[in-house]
């Protein structure tokens, strides 16, 4: 979730980083179904709340004129 959240307000600044955040956070999810820590249902739930959260804090910093 976190790795999703991060990816996706760093791509907001820095969008020629793009393949790079969403390679690294792929990479982490899939990293958590092979080594047996999470279900693929946990990892795609995480990937939704992270890209929610993501969305949310932009458009709240948005809103409050920081961006």
Known sequence: MTASSVA??????YPSLEIALVFLALSIALSRIV???????????????GVALGCCALTTY???GFL
């Open 8 to 13: 996706l307000v760093l791509t907001y600044f």
């Open 35 to 49: 080594l047996g820590m999470h279900f693929l249902s946990d990892v795609l739930a995480g990937i939704v709340l």
């Open 62 to 64: 948005a809103s409050l």
